[in-house]
């Protein structure tokens, strides 16, 4: 029995740039679905559209294509596209790539509804990256259990702490804060710059005591900095930021 999860829209921007990746975000959607009663918003944005995954999705997948020509994917700016159309009480803003006990959802969810947290991140800032041998069992198996067995032979995605790929937060709390800043550009510091954000606002934030895994994939130019105008830019606007305070203008 699926669990009632309708109070909550998941939020998912791709660019099919591999094989890998249309085999990840499959996956995670059909995870969410096999769970949950839920709502699943599916963001293809590309130069060209051939159709291949709208044919592939779960039908109850709110799937759209935007025409998108730009070499550099605009994370910040089609997130806030998105939540332009979201009308629950809760958004989820979810990396096509990333695994996730459901347990740990619901813990989070549970925080939510009670009103003791603003944002809740279902894992504890540790991602582990699947390696193309496990991963390929996991595709067959389908169950997370078989990860946490294997934890041990997987590298952490980065060394640091981190604060994206799964997180969940109350929708007001989020249009309060400002949603996703458009300074950041393409693949760079969004997700700090959101934390952040939550930190200096004051917001509750909760994290559940379980890692998270992130299904391995060619590393494209959408997934590090292009250029080193691009780094300095997205690593000033997120120093400023941490030296703001509620009394600033951060939105």
């Not at 041990?152 to 309060?176: C, F, S, T, W």
């Not at 930190?199 to 890692?211: Q, R």
Request: proline share 2%; glycine share 4%.
């Amino acid at each position: 029995m699926k669990t009632n999860l309708s109070d909550t829209t998941f939020l998912i921007l791709i660019r099919l740039d591999s094989i890998p990746r249309l085999e990840n975000i499959l996956v995670v959607t059909e995870q969410i679905c096999k769970y949950y009663n839920t709502t699943i918003m599916v963001r293809e944005a590309d130069s060209y559209n051939n159709g291949v995954l709208k044919s592939l999705l779960n039908r109850t997948i709110h799937y759209e294509f935007i025409e998108d020509k730009d070499p550099v994917l605009y994370k910040t700016k089609h997130f806030n596209q998105m939540t332009r159309i979201v009308c629950t009480q809760h958004i989820a803003i979810w990396d096509a790539d990333i695994v996730v006990n459901f347990k740990s959802i619901m813990d989070c969810i549970a925080k939510l509804r009670k009103n003791e947290a603003d944002v809740a991140y279902p894992y504890n800032g540790i991602c582990y990256d699947i390696p193309n041998q496990i991963k390929c069992f996991f595709l067959k198996k389908r169950d997370i259990r078989f990860l946490y067995r294997h934890k041990k032979k997987m590298d952490k995605l980065y060394p640091k702490i981190l604060v994206g790929g799964a997180v969940l937060i109350n929708r007001e709390k989020y249009l309060q804060a400002g949603k996703e800043n458009e300074m950041h550009y393409g693949w760079g510091n969004d997700d700090f710059d959101r934390y952040y954000r939550f930190l200096i606002l004051g917001y509750s934030i909760y994290k559940t005591d379980t890692c998270l895994f992130h299904l391995s994939h060619p590393r494209s130019t959408n997934s590090q900095y292009r250029t080193s105008v691009q780094i300095k830019r997205s690593s000033c606007e997120l120093i400023k930021l941490k030296n703001s305070s509620i009394n600033d203008s951060i939105i």
